[in-house]
């Protein structure tokens, strides 16, 4: 039987981010054997032209590129070389994941008068999203968040053409362990100061605490945003207790067999789209606490079962939740955090994406 076609395209991604495994796992479940669908993935090759691709394995891929300076031409110029892909592939469905992608892939349509689906798939909120107005060019989307849902409407998408549908997680069978002698706090992610990650608000959280705690960091960023933090670290004097152990291929299995133990992963992020890093972190029966940022972190954080939220730049409601832990606050028993996101499961993602994919 042949299999129906999907592209997923967009601008280059870095390859360490949580869009590549939401991508993967994405993959892994729609490419099964039975009546999965052929997926390709499209790169758009811009600014940014040295991403690292280990993350798409034996995936097929190709990146689309352009000599024209003009932006406007550029585009063009990509939606007129996607135009001719799709001629060859004829794909049943395009999903954009960005909104720059939503305008080439509907000029590429243009050029060849095909009729192939064409679906936005944003992973971050729109707030101050470039282009955001690009995203109503996508004939469906599909929102993974309720907060991003009600992002879409609201620039004009008509209700019936959204599909809240989240990311999918797959479930462990793994428990991440607290340490009853010691508080062990996590971060894992892309590092910077400020901006969207905003550790410094955790830092000064942090610095605030009394009691033995410390802090591991599994993750990487640039150079001079890791300085800024640990000079504020030390001017805090709470460096001795932060732990630095940079990029990790497979991060899980590395807190799993270097860290061990975890009381509780924290997030302080000004904006997030759907952070995956909460749902795999709950899915070890791990904790969290995270800001109550714009979207995202509300569909995830079930208060007191799985995890908390603070109120965004609210550094004393945050220290107030970290202290509660030193004090040995009774966390839930790591089968009802597990449980908690059950419906975000691969199963029941897979089930959904289907009925959508063939409704459309």
Request: proline content about 2%; aromatic content about 14%; glycine content about 6%.
């Amino acid at each position: 039987m042949k299999k129906n076609k999907i592209f997923i395209a967009g601008y280059n991604l870095s390859g360490f981010g949580g869009m590549e495994t939401v991508f993967n796992n994405f993959y892994r479940l729609m490419s099964t054997p039975k009546d999965g669908y052929e997926i390709l993935f499209v790169f758009f090759e811009d600014k940014f032209k040295n991403p690292d691709d280990q993350w798409l394995d034996n995936k097929n891929y190709i990146r689309i590129k352009s000599n024209i300076k003009n932006t406007k031409l550029r585009r063009l110029h990509f939606a007129y070389k996607f135009s001719k892909l799709i001629l060859q592939h004829n794909p049943e469905h395009i999903i954009s994941y960005d909104s720059l992608t939503c305008y080439i892939s509907l000029w590429a349509r243009r050029f060849n008068l095909s009729s192939t689906n064409i679906l936005s798939w944003c992973h971050f909120t729109l707030h101050n999203m470039y282009k955001a107005e690009y995203m109503l060019l996508a004939d469906k989307h599909l929102a993974i968040s309720s907060g991003i849902t009600k992002q879409l409407y609201n620039i004009g998408v008509n209700s019936d053409n959204i599909y809240t549908i989240y990311n999918p997680v797959t479930p462990k069978h793994e428990v991440i362990s607290r340490s009853e002698n010691n508080i062990s706090f996590l971060y894992l992610g892309r590092i910077t100061f400020s901006g969207q990650k905003n550790l410094k608000e955790l830092f000064l959280s942090l610095s605030r605490i009394n009691g033995n705690w410390s802090l591991n960091i599994v993750g990487s960023g640039e150079d001079q945003e890791i300085d800024k933090l640990k000079e504020l670290a030390l001017f805090l004097k709470i460096e001795n207790r932060i732990k630095w152990h940079g990029w990790q291929q497979n991060p899980w299995v590395y807190v799993q067999k270097k860290i061990k133990n975890v009381t509780c992963l924290l997030l302080t992020s000004s904006y997030e789209g759907f952070p995956m890093v909460l749902c795999e972190a709950i899915s070890y029966g791990v904790y969290v606490i995270s800001s109550n940022c714009q979207t995202g972190t509300i569909d995830i954080v079930k208060e007191g079962v799985n995890g908390e939220l603070y109120p965004l730049n609210d550094v004393d409601s945050l220290y107030k939740k970290l202290q509660s832990i030193i004090d040995g606050k009774q966390l839930p028993d790591y089968s009802l955090v597990k449980e908690s996101i059950s419906e975000y499961y691969d199963d029941i993602y897979y089930e959904k994406i289907k009925k959508i994919l063939n409704n459309t």
